[in-house]
C-alpha cells in the first residue's frame, strides 16, 4: 500500500514550490504511484486504464519489464555523457533507428526532448539551405522554446515574445477547414507564402502527420506531396515532426509520413520512444548533417547510455510484440466502435485519426461546428470516475485524445468506448 503524502499534500506543494503555470487534468487530479502496461493506479490502489499514456510517455507500456531491465542494468554500469567518450549504446541505438527510416535517412543526433528535436531539426535546415524563413501549419504544435514556439500555430500555446521568421500555412484539415478535403487547393498556399512572403528560398515546411496537440487532425489526402514539391522547389528542407505519430503509433506503417507516401529530409521523434525516459532524436541524411560540423554542436544528455538503452529496448519490445500489427488491429476496431457510437450521438461531430492515435470531437451544432467546450470537460471528469483516462486537445479544448500504449486490447476498446457510452447517455 501507498503511505507517500496524499493529494491535498502534493497539490500544497505544487502551489507553493512550482511554477503556478504548471497544469493538472480534472478538477480533482488523480495521484498516480504506480503503472503497469495500460494501466495506472492511484494512491487508494484504484485501477486506471490509461488511454492517453502512449503520448505523453509510453510506447511499450508502462514500466514495460524489457525496458525497465535495459534501464536498470545501464544505470548499474554507467550513465555519463556520451559525447566525449565512446559508449556502444548510443552506437547501437542510432544504428536500430537508421533500420527503421527510408531512403538516407540514417544520421542521428540525440536530444533530450521534442522541443530541443525540432529546434535542432529548424537550426541543421537553415544552416544547411543558408536560408531564414520557415514555413508550418497553423495548429500546430512543435514545442515551446524560440524556433519551436515560432512553428508552433496555436495562439495557447505562443507567448508574445519575437517569434521571426516562420509562415503559417492554412491547415488542410478535412473537418474544419475551409477547403475541406481540397488539397490542391490547401497547398497552393504554401506556394503563395514562398512567392509572396519569402525572398523565393525557404529553409523548412516542419508538419506533423496526425496533428497532435491540435485535436487528432489528419490531413486532406495528397496535400503533403503537393506540399513537399514546393518547398523543394524553392531550396527548402522538409522535416517529419514526428514526436507523436512516429514509433509504429499509426498501425498500418512505422512512420506517419509514410501514409502521405513522402521521404522527408529530417525526422524528429521524441515522447514514447524512450518509454518514458527523456529521449529524442534527429534524424536526417549525411549529406544534411554535415551543416552542424560548421561549428561545435554539444548536447550534454543528448544520446547518454542509459536513455539509448531505453530507446534500443523499445523498438526491439515493439517487434518482439508485433505492437505495430496490435495497433492497426486494436485501433482499427476501436475507431469502429467510436463510429458507432457517433450515429448514436449528436453531441460526437468527427471521429478521426489512425492506429492507435485516435481523436473523438464533441459539438453542440454538427452543421455549425460549435465545440462542446463544457460538456467535453464533464465527459473527461466522468471517465475518470469510470476508471478510463484519455486526453483532451484541439485548439478549442473539445476533442478526446486517445492514444493509449500500444499494448491496448480490444477488451480495453471495449471497455473505453462503453464507459464513454454511458457517460454520453447521461448527458
Ligand atoms: N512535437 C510534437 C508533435 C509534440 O506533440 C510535442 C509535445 N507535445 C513536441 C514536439 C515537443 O515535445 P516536448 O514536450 O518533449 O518538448
Given amino acids: 500500500p501507498y503511505i507517500g503524502p496524499s493529494s491535498d499534500e502534493i497539490l500544497a506543494k505544487r502551489r507553493e514550490y512550482l511554477s503556478p503555470s504548471i497544469m493538472h487534468l480534472y478538477k480533482t487530479p488523480v495521484n498516480v504511484v504506480d503503472g503497469k502496461m495500460q494501466y495506472l493506479f492511484d494512491d487508494k490502489g484504484r485501477r486506471y486504464l490509461d488511454a492517453f499514456g502512449g503520448i505523453a510517455t509510453v510506447c511499450c507500456g508502462h514500466c514495460h519489464p524489457d525496458v525497465v531491465a535495459a534501464i536498470v542494468e545501464q544505470t548499474k554500469r554507467l550513465q555519463h555523457s556520451t559525447v566525449l567518450y565512446l559508449n556502444h549504446s548510443i ?19 540525440f536530444t533530450n526532448s521534442g522541443t530541443e528535436a525540432n529546434e535542432l531539426a529548424i537550426l541543421i535546415a537553415k544552416m ?8 508550418s501549419l497553423r495548429n500546430s504544435y512543435h514545442g515551446n522554446a ?7 500555430a496555436q495562439s495557447i500555446w505562443k507567448f508574445n515574445v519575437v517569434q521571426s521568421g516562420v509562415h503559417h ?12 478535403s481540397e488539397e490542391e ?41 503537393l506540399a513537399y514539391d514546393m518547398v523543394r522547389k524553392a531550396g527548402g528542407l522538409c522535416i517529419a515532426d514526428e514526436v507523436q505519430a512516429g514509433f509504429a503509433r499509426v498501425g498500418s506503417h512505422f512512420w506517419g509520413f509514410e501514409t502521405h507516401g513522402v521521404v522527408p529530409d529530417i525526422v524528429t521523434v521524441a515522447k514514447g520512444i524512450g518509454n518514458g525516459i527523456p529521449l529524442g532524436a534527429v534524424v536526417t541524411t549525411p549529406e544534411i548533417a554535415k551543416a552542424l560540423t560548421q561549428r561545435n554542436y554539444f548536447n550534454t544528455f543528448g544520446g547518454n547510455p542509459v536513455c539509448t538503452a531505453a530507446g ?18 486494436v485501433g482499427s476496431y476501436l475507431k469502429q466502435r467510436l463510429n458507432s457510437l457517433q450515429d448514436k450521438y449528436d453531441l460526437i461531430g468527427d471521429v478521426r485519426g489512425k492506429g492507435l492515435m485516435l481523436g473523438v470531437e464533441f459539438v453542440t451544432d454538427r452543421e455549425l461546428k460549435t465545440p462542446a467546450k ?31 500504449a500500444l499494448c ?19 448527458i
Avoid at 96 to 107: C, D, F, I, R, Y
Fill in 185 to 225: 487547393k490547401y497547398a497552393r498556399d504554401v506556394q503563395d507564402i514562398i512567392n509572396f512572403g519569402t525572398s523565393g528560398n525557404v529553409a523548412a515546411f516542419v508538419a506533423e502527420a496526425i496533428q497532435g496537440v491540435g485535436g487528432i487532425v489528419e490531413m486532406a489526402p495528397g496535400y503533403l506531396p
Fill in 169 to 180: 500555412a492554412i491547415n488542410p484539415d478535412p473537418y474544419r477547414g475551409i477547403f475541406g
Fill in 146 to 152: 524560440t524556433g519551436t514556439m515560432a512553428a508552433t
Fill in 374 to 404: 463544457d460538456e467535453t470537460l464533464h465527459l473527461l471528469d466522468q471517465l475518470k470516475e469510470l476508471g478510463v483516462l484519455v486526453g483532451k486537445g484541439g485548439y478549442y479544448g473539445n476533442v478526446f485524445r486517445i492514444t493509449p
Fill in 408 to 426: 491496448f486490447t480490444k477488451e480495453d476498446a471495449d471497455f473505453l468506448v462503453d464507459a464513454m457510452d454511458y457517460s454520453l447517455s447521461r
Fill in 91 to 109: 552506437a547501437d541505438f542510432a544504428e536500430a533507428l537508421a533500420s527503421k527510416l527510408p531512403g538516407n535517412l540514417k544520421v542521428a543526433f
Fill in 312 to 329: 534500443l529496448a523499445v523498438l526491439r519490445v515493439i517487434e518482439k510484440e508485433n505492437l505495430q500489427e496490435n495497433a492497426l488491429l
Fill in 128 to 135: 544547411y539551405t543558408g536560408c531564414h524563413d520557415v514555413i
